[in-house]
């Protein structure tokens, strides 16, 4: 067996594969959870007797590693592995399919000559989803809500030293560059509001202004984060004339949304939020672990100029 990688998603399980971000390598996992990986990989392997590419989704939740599905195929993301390792993957598979060895493609160069394939760098890869672009039925815009069916319609990889220069690299590829500075619209579901405080708080030392709903403000509030209340689109322009977050995002007052749904009165509510941001270009967010994400790359853009290199520079490394 020759590990490809291990991309780690950055979305959790329950976000189609195909439109959650990854990283190679993978961040959070431990060397033994690694070890684990690959001796499960390696049984399912010879278990169904795939020779060439297999791709298995793996999930870890409280120490315990699942199997999500086995794909004795290759996949989109194996252009992604190569780029970011220099090993290609696809035509080692190939031969090896015709009845080369891993052995051999040692010994050729092909293949590194001991180990698995080594990542160089940070790469992120960010799936391209054009909800502009998407009508339902009746003519309206699409919820730009993530989910377990695939909308993407392609995909684009940054690499750099840092996972924030990466993740940011990736973002400006596929939605746009994220704001280095502004107003930042949260509106957090009551499961995500623990893990949403952090990156909060951190984009609240980063300059930014903060905008958020009741529950949410008064969460951050609580927390020790500043955030103004603004109004639901359910409840209207106020009586003194104040603006709903609709209106504040069609007015070009936001630069950032972060927007995690639930419920039938939030989904109203969340759909008209991000059907707004959609139409106005404002980035959208509306996974905990993309908000996270989000700020690390605000980190890096604050930070200075992007670094810039051909791939092949890269794989020198």
Same mark, same amino acid.
């Given at each position: 067996?020759?590990?490809?990688?291990?991309?780690?998603?950055?979305?959790?399980?329950?976000?189609?594969?195909?439109?959650?971000?990854?990283?190679?390598?993978?961040?959070?996992?431990?060397?033994?959870?690694?070890?684990?990986?690959?001796?499960?990989?390696?049984?399912?392997?010879?278990?169904?007797?795939?020779?060439?590419?297999?791709?298995?989704?793996?999930?870890?939740?409280?120490?315990?590693?699942?199997?999500?599905?086995?794909?004795?195929?290759?996949?989109?993301?194996?252009?992604?592995?190569?780029?970011?390792?220099?090993?290609?993957?696809?035509?080692?598979?190939?031969?090896?399919?015709?009845?080369?060895?891993?052995?051999?493609?040692?010994?050729? #160069?092909?293949?590194? $000559?001991? *180990?698995? &394939?080594? =990542? %160089?760098?940070?790469?992120?890869?960010?799936?391209? /989803? !054009?909800?502009?672009?998407?009508?339902?039925?009746?003519?309206?815009?699409?919820?730009?809500?993530?989910?377990?069916?695939?909308?993407?319609?392609?995909?684009?990889? #940054?690499?750099?030293? $840092?996972? *924030?220069? &990466?993740? =940011? %690299?990736?973002?400006?590829?596929?939605?746009?560059? /994220? !704001?280095?500075?502004?107003?930042?619209?949260?509106?957090?579901?009551?499961?995500?509001?623990?893990?949403?405080?952090?990156?909060?708080?951190?984009?609240?030392?980063? #300059?930014?202004?903060?905008?958020?709903?009741?529950?949410? =403000?008064?969460?951050?509030?609580?927390?020790?984060?500043?955030?103004?209340?603004?109004?639901?689109?359910?409840?209207?322009?106020?009586?003194?004339?104040?603006?709903?977050?609709?209106?504040?995002?069609?007015?070009?007052?936001?630069?950032?949304?972060?927007?995690?749904?639930?419920?039938?009165?939030?989904?109203?509510?969340?759909?008209?939020?991000?059907?707004?941001?959609?139409?106005?270009?404002?980035?959208?967010?509306?996974?905990?672990?993309?908000?996270?994400?989000?700020?690390?790359?605000?980190?890096?853009?604050?930070?200075?100029?992007?670094?810039?290199?051909?791939?092949?520079?890269?794989?020198?490394?």
């Amino acid at each position: 067996l020759l590990l490809g990688g291990i991309m780690e998603h950055i979305e959790e399980a329950g976000i189609h594969s195909g439109d959650s971000a990854c990283v190679l390598p993978a961040m959070t996992i431990t060397d033994s959870q690694r070890s684990e990986i690959r001796a499960a990989t390696l049984k399912i392997a010879q278990g169904v007797d795939v020779r060439g590419l297999i791709n298995i989704q793996f999930a870890m939740a409280e120490n315990i590693l699942y199997v999500l599905e086995a794909n004795p195929r290759a996949s989109r993301t194996v252009p992604f592995v190569s780029k970011a390792t220099g090993v290609p993957l696809a035509k080692a598979a190939a031969r090896i399919s015709l009845g080369s060895t891993i052995a051999s493609l040692r010994a050729e #160069g092909l293949l590194p $000559t001991s *180990g698995d &394939a080594v =990542a %160089k760098g940070i790469s992120v890869k960010e799936a391209v /989803l !054009p909800w502009n672009r998407f009508r339902r039925v009746d003519g309206r815009g699409v919820d730009a809500v993530l989910g377990p069916e695939m909308r993407s319609t392609g995909e684009v990889m #940054g690499i750099a030293d $840092t996972f *924030g220069e &990466a993740y =940011a %690299k990736s973002q400006i590829s596929s939605f746009g560059p /994220l !704001p280095k500075s502004g107003t930042v619209f949260i509106s957090l579901a009551d499961k995500d509001k623990k893990s949403g405080v952090n990156p909060a708080r951190e984009l609240s030392a980063l #300059g930014f202004r903060l905008l958020a709903t009741d529950g949410t =403000a008064r969460l951050l509030s609580e927390n020790g984060i500043p955030a103004v209340v603004v109004r639901k689109n359910s409840q209207g322009t106020g009586p003194m004339g104040e603006k709903t977050i609709v209106e504040l995002l069609n007015g070009g007052d936001i630069d950032l949304v972060i927007n995690t749904p639930v419920g039938r009165g939030t989904r109203a509510d969340g759909w008209a939020i991000r059907t707004a941001s959609v139409q106005r270009s404002i980035p959208i967010i509306t996974t905990t672990a993309g908000f996270s994400a989000a700020v690390q790359g605000i980190k890096a853009l604050q930070a200075g100029v992007l670094s810039v290199s051909p791939i092949q520079e890269w794989l020198k490394k």
